[in-house]
């Protein structure tokens, strides 16, 4: 028996059986440019995971966590995954966050809202670090 053809996508399918989005966190600069980085990062994980990921900001940017958020909720979400692109358990990814969230979920009970880990002292951190160094070895 032949394989039927595919109208969607797993992922396409998956999106629609969970209506959930996804937010990438970063912490924001006064300086504009700065701010550069997240928006490069969201767009790449994106294309990574072949999803939307929707930059959002701590500080000095818009939109805020709150912001971006409420649209998410706006949209129609029962699900937000929010990933910190912070490197470690400061006090925005241990306190901050929580608050702004703990705030939402207290308006919107009925969304699922997930926080991952932040980037952390992983070996792919590591790794890139040395390769920073690397490169200003000249090696």
Avoid at 32 to 45: S, T, W
Avoid at 84 to 93: A, I, Q, S
Wanted: charged share 30%; proline share 4%; glycine share 6%.
């Amino acid at each position: 028996m032949p394989c039927r053809q595919r109208s969607e996508t797993l992922s396409e399918r998956w999106r629609i059986q969970l209506d959930y989005e996804l937010i990438l966190l970063g912490h924001g600069s006064r300086r504009k440019e700065a701010n550069q980085g997240l928006l490069e990062v969201a767009r790449k994980v994106s294309d990574i995971l072949g999803e939307e990921v929707t930059p959002v900001f701590m500080a000095h940017q818009a939109p805020s966590l709150p912001e971006g958020v409420l649209a998410k909720i706006n949209k129609g979400a029962k699900k937000i995954i929010i990933m910190p692109l912070f490197l470690f358990r400061g006090v925005h990814v241990t306190v901050d966050v929580h608050e702004e969230i703990c705030e939402i979920k207290e308006k919107y009970p009925e969304v699922e809202i997930v926080f991952t880990n932040e980037l952390g002292a992983d070996d792919v951190i590591a790794q890139l670090a040395s390769l920073r160094i690397r490169e200003a070895l000249g090696a």
